[in-house]
């Protein structure tokens, strides 16, 4: 989360910085994050959990310890509802979920309790300081199943039916070959598995810019391009929708 990477997202604050947050880029950002993240960045609705960048989207979040405070900021509760998007995962004692971009952690102990200590969380992205983080956060909460991966940009990096659910919170509008993507999540998921991707609304107040969302129909074709059957979940989100991509029957 294709060449672009995945990383955890700045987000402006009230005016929307002017950055490219599109599919159809290539390339890493080459800029550094800023000294703190009031400068660039600071509400955790305009660009997401976590997502890709193109080299059209110029900032690094190199800084976990001050993009903590953004994306972890409780404030986000009220639009994010994290409790409603980890019961929408159905999750039982025993199951292995991917969060693909999960950034600071912000989904990490809701699941890691749903999955309880039998389970796993891999939480996946492409900045180093962001897995260092997350893998210091996990140890201090006590999140023992919780293990930080490295992966590189377009690459879940999962291996072959090693998941149960993979959950995708506000990275999929930054993909550029998200069919691709999707059919790499295919393979990496278990019999009777499935992938969740939660993104913004064409008239939410908060998101990317209005001409680089996606309609959940697109998130359809992208899911069914790579192999699943999709549908839109049914839920409550303020600001956003999920889709569901599942396994075909039979697998």
Same mark, same amino acid.
Request: with cysteine; hydrophobic share 45%.
């Given at each position: +989360?294709?060449t672009?990477?995945? @990383?955890?997202?700045? $987000?402006?604050?009230?005016?929307?910085?002017? /950055?490219?947050?599109?599919?159809?880029a290539?390339?890493?950002?080459?800029?550094?994050?800023?000294?703190?993240?009031?400068?660039?960045?600071?509400?955790?609705?305009?660009?997401?959990? =976590?997502?890709h960048h *193109?080299?059209? +989207?110029?900032?690094?979040?190199?800084?976990?310890?001050?993009?903590?405070?953004?994306?972890?900021?409780?404030?986000?509760?009220?639009?994010?509802?994290?409790?409603?998007?980890?019961?929408?995962?159905?999750?039982?004692?025993? +199951?292995?979920?991917?969060?693909?971009?999960?950034?600071?952690?912000?989904?990490?102990?809701?699941i890691?309790?749903? @999955?309880?200590?039998?389970?796993? @969380? $891999?939480?996946?992205?492409?900045?180093? &300081? +962001?897995? !260092?983080y997350?893998?210091?956060?996990?140890? =201090?909460? *006590?999140?023992?199943?919780?293990?930080?991966?490295?992966?590189?940009?377009g690459?879940p *990096?999962?291996?072959?039916?090693?998941?149960? !659910? /993979?959950l995708?919170?506000?990275?999929?509008?930054?993909?550029? &070959?998200?069919?691709?993507y999707?059919?790499?999540?295919?393979?990496?998921?278990r019999?009777? *598995?499935?992938?969740?991707?939660?993104?913004?609304?064409?008239?939410?107040?908060?998101?990317?810019?209005?001409? =680089?969302?996606?309609?959940?129909?697109?998130?359809?074709? &992208?899911?069914?391009?790579?192999?699943?059957?999709?549908?839109?979940?049914?839920?409550?989100?303020?600001?956003?929708?999920?889709?569901?991509g599942?396994?075909?029957?039979?697998?």
């Amino acid at each position: +989360m294709s060449t672009s990477p995945l @990383v955890s997202l700045a $987000i402006a604050v009230a005016p929307l910085v002017a /950055v490219g947050c599109g599919g159809g880029a290539t390339g890493a950002p080459t800029t550094a994050g800023p000294a703190t993240p009031v400068e660039a960045a600071p509400d955790p609705a305009h660009h997401g959990h =976590h997502g890709h960048h *193109g080299a059209d +989207m110029p900032h690094r979040f190199e800084d976990a310890d001050a993009w903590a405070k953004v994306f972890d900021d409780p404030a986000r509760d009220a639009w994010q509802r994290p409790d409603e998007v980890v019961a929408l995962l159905a999750l039982a004692p025993g +199951m292995v979920v991917a969060d693909v971009g999960a950034g600071t952690g912000y989904f990490e102990g809701r699941i890691a309790a749903a @999955v309880g200590p039998d389970g796993e @969380v $891999i939480a996946t992205d492409v900045e180093p &300081d +962001m897995v !260092r983080y997350l893998g210091e956060r996990a140890a =201090h909460d *006590g999140w023992t199943n919780v293990r930080a991966l490295q992966v590189e940009p377009g690459d879940p *990096g999962l291996a072959p039916a090693s998941v149960d !659910r /993979v959950l995708i919170v506000d990275v999929w509008h930054h993909l550029d &070959d998200r069919a691709g993507y999707a059919a790499r999540l295919a393979t990496a998921l278990r019999p009777g *598995g499935w992938v969740a991707v939660v993104d913004f609304t064409g008239d939410a107040e908060r998101g990317p810019p209005r001409d =680089h969302r996606l309609a959940p129909e697109a998130i359809i074709a &992208d899911l069914t391009a790579g192999g699943l059957v999709a549908e839109l979940a049914t839920e409550t989100l303020p600001d956003q929708y999920v889709v569901i991509g599942r396994l075909p029957d039979g697998r």
